[in-house]
């Protein structure tokens, strides 16, 4: 008598149940992998290319302040700059000054457009952050660490705000409102973050109005999607086999 070699149909499809389960895990544990390799290498390729934007952004800037002899510290790395308070305050004021609205007449509309003009730059920047920073030395009459730590943030944070305002008064290209209208955003830091030259804070540098870009990050958002729509999948696959 030959014996038959077939199995009953429970068998069958309890071992595809078994099989998708271990295709399901087997994903799962090249995803805990990847994630730790992305984890440790910092994301590399995210923040090459958030680097790659600030340098563009940053020599665009440098060269069009160069032609309009405009005087403004341009970090080549980070596409950050600095404006001494002295260009646009008098000492311990946030008013102002006709200079300093002179000053932000020319140099906003060259910034503008250093971030703006090119489409593929643009879509990239998530914010623009204008911050205040005063340096360390004491208000006459204050002899409070505290207080005085809270006298240079309000008078940090309304330096940077009067920045942020007037920029709308100057003669930018006004297409780009509706971006900036998003984009900007205003910080206080007080003396926090002093510039030190040999060791010792330099307070005239420390006195300053700086704008930083904000890159987006949407590599590790993208990525992250589309692990959770592998997982989706995976999990209607094996409840598709297991007949639940």
């Not at 992305?38 to 590399?44: C, K, N, P, R």
């Not at 790659?52 to 160069?66: G, H, P, R, Y």
């Not at 205040?132 to 240079?152: L, M, P, Y």
């Not at 870009?213 to 992250?224: P, Y």
Request: glycine residues 6%; hydrophobic residues 35%; proline residues 2%.
């Amino acid at each position: 008598m030959i014996k038959s070699r077939g199995g009953s149909n429970s068998d069958v499809e309890e071992n595809v149940f078994w099989c998708t389960m271990s295709d399901l895990l087997l994903g799962l544990a090249i995803i805990f992998i990847v994630l730790f390799v992305l984890a440790m290498t910092g994301f590399s390729q995210s923040k090459a290319e958030e680097q790659n934007i600030k340098n563009e952004v940053a020599q665009d800037l440098q060269e069009s302040l160069k032609k309009q002899n405009i005087d403004a510290q341009v970090d080549q790395l980070t596409g950050d700059v600095k404006l001494s308070d002295l260009q646009l305050f008098e000492l311990g004021s946030y008013e102002l000054s006709p200079a300093g609205k002179q000053f932000l007449n020319k140099f906003v509309p060259i910034y503008i457009n250093a971030v703006f003009d090119n489409p593929k730059i643009a879509d990239k920047i998530e914010g623009i952050v204008i911050q205040g920073h005063t340096d360390s030395q004491s208000f006459a009459g204050v002899s409070s660490k505290d207080e005085q730590f809270i006298r240079n943030m309000e008078l940090s944070t309304q330096r940077a705000n009067e920045v942020a305002k007037y920029i709308f008064y100057t003669p930018y290209n006004k297409k780009y409102s509706s971006k900036l209208y998003k984009m900007l955003m205003v910080e206080g830091k007080s003396y926090s973050q002093p510039i030190l030259v040999n060791g010792k804070e330099d307070y005239a540098k420390s006195r300053r109005v700086e704008l930083k870009l904000i890159v987006k990050s949407t590599n590790l958002e993208d990525f992250l999607n589309l692990i959770k729509n592998d997982a989706g999948n995976n999990k209607k696959v094996v409840k598709e086999n297991s007949g639940k």
